[in-house]
């Protein structure tokens, strides 16, 4: 019986190559010179250091075209408020991935709704789809392609 998993994963490698770019990018730029900028990546957290909320814009710009340069998409990301203090100021950007429960609900639900002979079934962080027939479970590609979800998906396992 044909089926395939609904994911939303990221690609870590690309992520910190991403990143690494962009400490780069900012530690040879005029603007950014002696301000001490960086970007720290620790347990799924960017964190954004510079000396004023100015530049912590500026590097959350960096950040996301050095991220849609290796096509991760924005979507992964999740930025906190830009917290300042004395001698800077800080952002932290959360990386979410998986899918949650209430998620993996809703989806289910789309796909239930659109009434094709499909069974769909949520494993965990991932939602598995089976159906007789391949062109329904392509159908169901298609419509979650077209519904316009706050988390990047992938249709991986595809299974005949």
């Given at each position: 019986m044909p089926s395939f998993d609904i994911v939303s994963e990221l690609n870590h490698h690309e992520l910190t190559n991403a990143i690494d770019q962009a400490n780069r990018e900012v530690t040879n730029r005029f603007d950014?010179?002696?301000?001490?900028?960086?970007?720290?990546?620790?347990d799924d957290v960017i964190t954004l250091y510079s000396q004023s909320d100015f530049q912590v814009k500026q590097m959350m710009d960096i950040l996301k075209t050095k991220l849609v340069k290796r096509s991760i998409d924005l979507k992964f990301l999740e930025a906190g408020p830009i917290l300042e203090s004395g001698k800077g100021a800080r952002q932290?950007?959360?990386?979410?991935?998986?899918?949650?429960?209430?998620?993996?609900?809703?989806?289910?639900?789309?796909?239930?709704?659109?009434?094709?002979?499909?069974?769909?079934?949520?494993?965990?962080?991932?939602?598995?789809v089976t159906g007789k027939k391949r062109d329904d479970l392509?159908?169901?590609?298609?419509?979650?392609?077209?519904?316009?979800?706050?988390?990047?998906?992938?249709?991986?396992?595809?299974r005949d």
């Open positions: 950014f010179k002696g301000t001490d900028s960086s970007y720290i990546f620790k932290e950007v959360k990386v979410r991935e998986g899918i949650e429960t209430a998620m993996a609900k809703k989806i289910v639900k789309m796909i239930k709704d659109t009434k094709m002979k499909v069974q769909a079934a949520i494993q965990g962080e991932k939602v598995r392509q159908q169901v590609i298609q419509m979650l392609k077209k519904a316009d979800l706050d988390i990047p998906l992938q249709y991986v396992n595809f």
